[in-house]
T-cell receptor, first 110, second 112 residues
């Protein structure tokens, strides 16, 4: 079983739709959680950190469920510019390592 | 400012060449990282430096040799690479190893 798992997609959604991605992790020692966005042939860019209480940044909402060991990302009112790959990233305490999921590809269609 | 810079942007090299990739950050971050990313795959960790000391080497072949001359700079020396080493090489930094990582734009490497 992979340490961090994501549905690779692609998720094809119309503009204005709401879309949600989940990510599961297997190591209960996981300490920090992040969503990164990566455009084709570009570097990953931090979208948001994920906090235990959940957090929101504009159209984006992230949730963490430690009991079930998953995090989620909700995008409301999708824009064409949201088309990208969304990477779930988990930091495991004491390892110095960030573990990346395989990424979920989103295409927002006009 | 959360900028990490990398040079060169693109590099084409033969299997007998020696080249170096450079990474720089001026955010006062004490942890720096090298990742390798193949197309449609997530980044794979290669090396971690913490306070200018190598903390992690993810069993990377010796043809890749990292160097951290000071807290702002990270190099990756390349020698006798193979075509399968062609990839996007990403540098990242974070305040400490437990903090958010910020990535540079990467060097796209092609080995002929």
């Amino acid at each position: 079983r992979k340490e961090v798992e994501q549905d690779p997609g692609p998720f094809n959604v119309p503009e204005g739709a709401t879309v949600a991605f989940n990510c599961t992790y297997s190591n209960s020692a996981s300490q920090s959680f992040f969503w990164y966005r990566q455009d084709c042939r570009k570097e990953p860019k931090l979208l948001m950190s994920v906090y235990s209480s959940g957090n929101e940044d504009g159209r984006f909402t992230a949730q963490l469920n430690r009991a079930s060991q998953y995090i989620s990302l909700l995008i409301r009112d999708s824009k064409l510019s949201d088309s990208a790959t969304y990477l779930c990233v988990v930091y495991i305490v004491g390892t110095y390592k960030y573990i990346f999921g395989t990424g979920t590809r989103l295409k927002v269609l006009a | 400012d959360t900028e990490v810079t990398q040079t060169p942007k693109h590099l084409v090299m033969g299997m007998t060449n020696k080249k170096s990739l450079k990474c720089e950050q001026h955010m006062g971050h004490r942890a720096m990282y090298w990742y390798k990313q193949k197309a449609k795959k997530p980044p794979e960790l290669m090396f971690v430096y913490s306070y200018e000391k190598l903390s992690i080497n993810e069993s990377v072949p010796s043809r890749f040799s990292p160097e951290c001359p000071n807290s702002s700079l990270l190099n990756l020396h390349l020698h006798a690479l193979q075509p399968e080493d062609s990839a996007l090489y990403l540098c990242a930094s974070s305040q400490e190893t437990t903090d958010t990582q910020y990535f540079g734009p990467g060097t796209r490497l092609t080995v002929l």
